[in-house]
């Protein structure tokens, strides 16, 4: 009789203590792999990522981009291209105030020796970022949708229009350090929330997007068409982790 007394007292403690534990962090889809199919050719991107679920390297044919950070901001990109005996090394570092990006110098150097020089500053609206001025006097503009999607680039004479669709970017684990100036490290995918579904610009050429979606929403392969510029038609794949 005792021994059936400790038993269900030693069931209830075990059960109370597993309805107080806290519950598990859900886990998160990230990117790791895209495969380009453009033409007769294949691209492929791996995507790495540090143990604060960052991203840390991106590998892209005979190209390879490092981000580094100061506690939650990030604080370098380098890309790094090599081409036989040639290396080009192109370097992004920013500055902050207040936790919002405030200036963004841009460096190339070919074979060690510095070629191209640039310094961008950036205006807000609250917490969005609303403009981005060159150190040569191009403005560039940003406006958004509802959901944080940039629906509408424009600098100098250009205008660039988007649309979106209404489920997960590939790129929507990322965080916000990278999120925040996606467009100026040339990933504007990084910007947006959503999927971007057509891309109009001034130059006359209109993009469409179709995708393949897994069943948590998040993109699994993207069909791209140009309406001018059909030699960069591609079809994409995309490849998850859980972190």
């Not at 109370?16 to 691209?43: C, D, F, H, W």
């Not at 492929?44 to 044919?61: A, H, I, P, Q």
């Not at 807000?124 to 958004?144: Q, R, V």
């Not at 209109?206 to 001018?228: E, I, Q, S, W």
Request: proline share 3%.
């Amino acid at each position: 009789m005792l021994l059936t007394v400790a038993a269900v007292l030693l069931a209830a403690c075990k059960k109370s203590g597993n309805t107080n534990a806290p519950a598990p962090t859900p886990q998160l889809k990230y990117l790791t792999q895209e495969i380009m199919v453009q033409g007769t050719s294949t691209l492929t991107t791996n995507y790495t990522y540090d143990d604060k679920k960052r991203l840390s390297t991106v590998k892209r044919g005979n190209s390879t981009t490092t981000y580094t950070y100061n506690g939650d901001n990030l604080f370098s990109v380098e890309q790094i291209t090599t081409n036989g005996a040639n290396v080009i090394r192109n370097v992004s570092e920013t500055t902050y105030t207040d936790g919002k990006l405030q200036t963004l110098s841009l460096k190339t150097y070919s074979n060690g020796a510095l070629r191209l020089e640039s310094l961008l500053n950036f205006v807000y609206n609250g917490d969005k970022l609303t403009e981005a001025h060159t150190d040569n006097g191009y403005i560039y503009f940003y406006y958004y949708d509802n959901n944080n999607n940039v629906v509408k680039m424009q600098y100098d004479s250009v205008t660039v229009t988007r649309n979106y669709d209404n489920k997960k970017s590939r790129f929507a684990n990322l965080p916000p350090a990278l999120k925040s100036i996606g467009y100026q490290i040339n990933q504007p995918d990084f910007f947006s929330a959503n999927n971007i579904i057509t891309d109009n610009n001034t130059a006359g050429d209109l993009t469409t997007y179709t995708y393949n979606y897994d069943a948590d929403g998040y993109p699994t392969g993207a069909t791209v068409v140009h309406n001018k510029f059909t030699y960069l038609n591609a079809k994409y794949t995309y490849t998850y982790t859980e972190l």
